[in-house]
Structures are given as structure tokens and as C-alpha cells.
């Protein structure tokens, strides 16, 4: 049985809502404001791409987004329910079943065998179906595969088996930051493909944190970040 942070989101709410969101840093040479005034909605369903150069505040929207950090001021709600103010118990909930998490190091459990690593998600936020697994596993392309270890997978296939990991556990919201940055282009392609495809099919909502305006024009929406300012959307 899911806990109340690990709910599906609620009928007729957003995925994520973020409101006048604010975060700075202290620094030598004074206060940095990485986030100021963000603003940004994204349905279930939907995939929005966040650009931005280094340092505009992407990873730091996507880490408050994920509860892994906490903003200065404002609201973020995730599958209908308010984070901002949540507590460390309840956040780290979240994370095991509403919000899932894909970063550009694969960080699979080395000592974990892919179909281990595939299910561990999902073990964790109680939800585990072997069948819903088996199906990731075939559109993932990991079929013959589960038995090996991380280290015996191309890059390639540990960035697939990190997102059938993700999405085992049937999150509500998906963070990807930078996803593919540490694959070719080619396989980068057929990984974000994938990832949008199941996604969509699975009625979450995908924030995808890149670089590559190719990229981003894979996704329903973007949004561009300058200076801890979203400059426009589309």
C-alpha cells in the first residue's frame, strides 16, 4: 500500500506546479541568486525540455523539484500535494514512488544484477509488478540481459536499465537531468525516445534538464532559463 506522499497524482492536478520559486547561495563575493520568480506548470502525460547555459539554475529547479534541496520562497506542488514545506520523512516517500529520478551517471548498484537493479525501485515504494517489469524490460531492449551486471552493459544499455528502473515504480513525475549526456548521439537518441514514448504511455510527466536544443525539441514544451529567470516558453 503506497503512503500518502506516494500516491498517484490527483485527478485534475498537476503533475508539478512550481510558483514564485526563489533560491540563492551564499558566496566571497556575496549572495548568488540562482532561481528568481520561477514559474511553471507541467501536466501529467506531457514532457516539458529545461535549456539553459551552465549555471542558469537548471539542476538546482530540478534537485527543489525533487525535494533534494529546499527553496528560500515560493510553492511546489507534485502530483497535487505541497512540498515546500514537507518533512525530510516525507520527502524521501516521494522519492521512492511519485517523483523518479534519472541523472547522466546511470548509478546502478554495481552489486546488483539488471534484473535486480530494475525491480529495486519499485520494491522500495511497494508497488512491484513483475509483469509491468517484463514489459520494460522487452521495450527496453534488456531482454537476455538480466542476469549480467552493470559493468558488463554498454553505456548505452545502463542508461536503459536506469530509466526501466524509474519508471518500475510508475512515478508520477519523472526529473531526467542531462539523461543522455554521457552517450552517443545515436544512442542518446534512441534512450530519450524511449524514455518519451513510455512515459506518455504511462501517464507521467517528464522534466528533462539539457543542453541540446535537438533534444529539447523532442518534448511537448520547453522552457528557457537565463540568469534564474524563465525567458520564455513554448
Known amino acids: ?18 510558483r514564485a520559486l526563489r533560491k540563492g547561495f551564499p558566496s566571497a563575493e556575496g549572495r548568488i541568486e540562482v532561481l528568481r520568480d520561477v514559474s511553471l506548470a507541467l501536466q501529467p502525460g506531457h514532457s516539458l525540455a529545461l535549456t539553459g547555459e551552465s549555471g542558469s539554475g537548471k539542476s538546482t529547479l530540478l534537485h527543489i523539484a525533487a525535494g533534494l534541496e529546499h527553496a528560500d520562497s515560493g510553492h511546489i506542488s507534485v502530483a497535487g500535494r505541497e512540498i515546500s514545506t514537507a518533512s525530510e520523512t516525507d520527502l524521501a516517500g516521494l522519492r521512492r514512488g511519485t517523483v523518479g529520478l534519472i541523472f547522466q551517471q546511470f548509478n546502478l548498484i ?5 534484473g535486480a537493479n530494475l525491480a529495486f525501485q ?12 517484463a514489459m520494460l524490460t ?77 533534444l529539447a525539441g523532442r518534448c511537448d514544451s520547453r522552457a528557457h532559463l537565463r540568469k534564474g529567470r524563465i525567458e520564455d516558453a513554448a
Open 110 to 114: 554495481p552489486s546488483l544484477t539488471v
Open 138 to 214: 522487452a521495450r527496453l531492449g534488456l531482454d537476455g540481459l538480466c542476469d549480467r551486471y552493470p559493468e558488463q552493459l554498454s553505456g548505452g544499455q545502463q542508461q536503459r536499465v536506469a530509466v526501466g528502473r524509474c519508471l518500475a515504480a510508475r512515478p508520477a513525475l519523472v526529473l531526467a537531468d542531462e539523461p543522455t549526456g554521457n552517450l552517443d548521439e545515436a544512442t542518446g537518441d534512441a534512450v530519450l525516445a524511449l524514455m518519451l514514448e513510455l512515459t506518455s504511455a504511462a501517464g507521467a510527466a517528464l522534466l528533462l534538464v539539457t543542453h541540446s536544443p535537438r
Open 1 to 18: 500500500m503506497r503512503s500518502t506522499t506516494e500516491t498517484a497524482t490527483t485527478s485534475g492536478a498537476s503533475a508539478l506546479d512550481i
Open 122 to 133: 519499485a520494491r522500495l515504494a511497494g508497488c512491484h509488478d513483475p509483469d509491468f517489469v
